[in-house]
Structure formats: C-alpha cells, structure tokens
C-alpha cells in the first residue's frame, strides 16, 4: 500500500471495511484494486459523509463519473456511510530511470513508431496527443518525422514560425489545446529528406531540447517510419519511457512492425503497446464492416511479442478528412465512436506507462537503500 495511507483518517473499525469495498474495485486498465494500485490518496469522515480522494496515475477523465457511481454503490452498504464526497485528480510519474537526461517540464515522453512509412502512424500520434488531453493532461507533440512533417496540416497551423526570443530556445505553437513542434516549421519537406542517420537524429534532439516546452505531463513523438539508425539514434538520445507501435493488419506492414517492436527492445524501451490501424472498413452509409488488409494481424502480433493491443481504428473517410483540415477527429467529433476508440488507446497508453514506472519505482529505491 502506499504512503497515502497516512491520509487515511477513519476508525479501524470503519477503514477496514472501506478500503476492503476500494480494493475490490478493479480498475480496468491497472488490472489492480484501487487500494493496492496506491489510488486512495483521502479518506476522512464527517458525520456519515465520507470524503474519498483518489489519484489516477493515468489521465481518464471520461471515466471520472462512472467511476464515482460505482464506487458510491458499493459503499452505500456500509450503515456508517450515507453519502460519498468524492474528489478525483491525476498525477502521472516522473521517473526516468534511463541513460539520458530528462527533459525539464516534461513529465514522460511517448515515441509513437512505425516500420514503414503509410500505415498512419502521424494520424495515429496526433489523435492520440489530443485523446491524452481530453483525459486531463498536459500534452505536447513532437513532429520527427524528417521524411514527412504532417503536424503543421494535421494541427492546422501551416504557417506558425517557432520564434526564438532570447535567440538560443524556439518556442512551440499551441493548437487544440496541445504544444507542437514540428520539423516541418523549420524546413520543407524536400530539405529535410536528404538527411541520413546520426546526422538528423542529432538535429532531431536539439530540437526537442531546445524547444521552451510549457509543463506537459505526456510529450508525444511522431518518429520517423522505419527502423534505421535515425530511429535507433533518436531512441537512443531522447529520454523516452515508452514507445507505442502504429501497424496495419497485412503482412508486410506487420513484419516491419515486428522490427519496431525488436528495435525498442534492443535499446530497453518499453513497447507499451500496438495501435492496429485501418484494421476494418466501416462503410458509412450502411456501415458494413469489410477487412480490407486482412484480419486481426496486430492482434497476432500483440499476442507473439506479449504486448498489449491497445487499439483497432477503423479505415474511415472522415479520419483523413479531419487531419487533412486540420481538426483531428478527436476534437471535430469529440464524442464519436473514433474519438472514443483514441481516448481508450490514450487511457491504455498512460495506464501501461505508470505500470512500467512502478517496476521502475521498485528498482530504484532498493538500490537508493543499498
Ligand atoms: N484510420 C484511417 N482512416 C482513413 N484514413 C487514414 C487513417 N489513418 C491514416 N489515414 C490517412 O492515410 C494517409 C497516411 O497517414 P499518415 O500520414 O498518418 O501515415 P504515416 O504512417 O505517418 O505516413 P508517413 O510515414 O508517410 O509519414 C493520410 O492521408 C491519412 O489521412
């Protein structure tokens, strides 16, 4: 259990009982109780009013009042409790246990791959970008994707020029409520494709360092497809805690994927997960529903490689639309079932990440004690 129970100001007669109804709480994306996933920051009493504090170490707002229902339901057959205050925030980690120095003001970075080029790897990194801050956090997102800068079309903020005031950091443009920086404000895209390997890699990190980033809990980095020196020298220079692997179903598409997953092995940066893209085609007139590039390939693959699929986007006329205008379709339908689908990959996303950082948490305080 952890230090919150500290907060904890209720009888032992009554604390037993409300902590056992917590931890039988099963969280759906930590797989753990409430109690033993370190969640209940607060538990106090007022009468038969009990004030209950949790703590999500993943962004889920959407989930926020179900999950006070729930909780309310549960506890209400307690006679010593008639009402249940409850206040919910979400505090991710900031941990890095890894080579490279962590990045000020930015709490974890999520770099979002794939093995080849096409697949929507920056549809997929944008949507998750403002799927994460529709959940509650503070994001930004990097565009690296050298061979293709897409986030100044895809944000809608084609002509934003990332000024730098004291002539040394450049700012970042704001758009839907997320920090972008991308390579596309700095060169066109011809220009930036004839860049070979370290030499981009290293260009590609000065430009995350010397970005003024506002306090984000979750940078984003759309990475450039492939899994070449770029990829492996980028990993190896920016302190990511995650990587998240953009696939379609096929074949070839999944074999270069399968190289992703073993590239982010290799360098011991955990692959949290598969976002299986243009996974079916869902007409949207009579919405048959057609596997176009075959079925369930990313969910082999998650299986073979013991990482979680995180998501299956359908192949869908108004995704493309969405980017290509410059609202994504997080924020343009905002509560459509695509959007959802993004916001269930983020809450996945940030629920692998903190299940990771626990380990690491294990880790570094027992050597701390040594
Ligand atoms: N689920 C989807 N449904 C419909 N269109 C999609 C979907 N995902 C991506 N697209 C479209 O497919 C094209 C390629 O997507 P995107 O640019 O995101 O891929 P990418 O993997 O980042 O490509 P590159 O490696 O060339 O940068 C874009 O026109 C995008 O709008």
Partial sequence: MSSASSQYHLSDELLQPVLAILDAYQDPY?????????????????????????????????????????????LAVLDAIDEVECEIDFQPAVISAGAVDPLPNVKQVIAVASGKGGVGKSTTSVNLALALAAEGAKVGILDADIYGPSMPIMLGVPDFNPVSPDGKMMTAATAHGIAAQSIGFMLGGDEAAVWRGPMAAGALAQLLNETLWPELDYLVIDMPPGTGDIQLTLSQKVPVSGAVIVTTPQDIALADAKKGVSMFQKVNIPVLGIVENMSFHLCSECGHKEHLFGED?????????????????????NIREDVDRGIPTVVADSEGDVANIYKEIARRVGAQLALTQTQSVVSISISDDE
């Fill in 30 to 74: 930590l797989l753990q109780g409430l109690v033993t996933a370190g969640c209940v920051t607060k538990l106090d009493i007022e009468g038969k009013r009990l004030q209950l504090g949790l703590c999500y170490p993943y962004p889920c707002q959407s989930l926020y009042r179900d999950t006070v229902m729930a909780i309310t339901n549960k």
């Fill in 297 to 317: 390939g990313g969910v082999k693959m998650a299986q073979r490689y013991g990482v979680p699929l995180l998501g299956q986007l359908p192949l869908k006329l």
